[in-house]
């Protein structure tokens, strides 16, 4: 199944969603984990386009988890 290419916002339009979901009571941490994780989402679907991806069984197996 290819990978669809989907359109994201510029960075300027994301962080100003991010900011606008934060609560009143957000502090400048809550606001900093907010675009970690983003970040992380970001490279992780990056990785998943570009094919870079393992199954589930192979890493228990690595890990020492496999049933």
């Known amino acids: ?3 669809s290419k989907l359109q994201q ?5 994301a ?3 991010i900011v606008r979901d934060l609560p009143e009571s957000a502090s ?3 606001l900093m984990y907010q675009i970690f994780v983003r970040q992380k989402i970001d ?20 890990f020492g988890l496999a049933s």
């Not at 490279?43 to 690595?62: N, P, V, Y």
């Open 28 to 30: 400048w941490e809550d």
């Open 9 to 13: 916002p510029s960075i300027k339009v």
């Open 43 to 62: 490279r992780g679907l990056a990785d998943l386009q570009a094919g870079r991806k393992h199954e589930h069984k192979a890493i228990r197996q690595e």
């Open 1 to 3: 199944m290819p990978a």
């Open 15 to 17: 962080a100003s969603l």
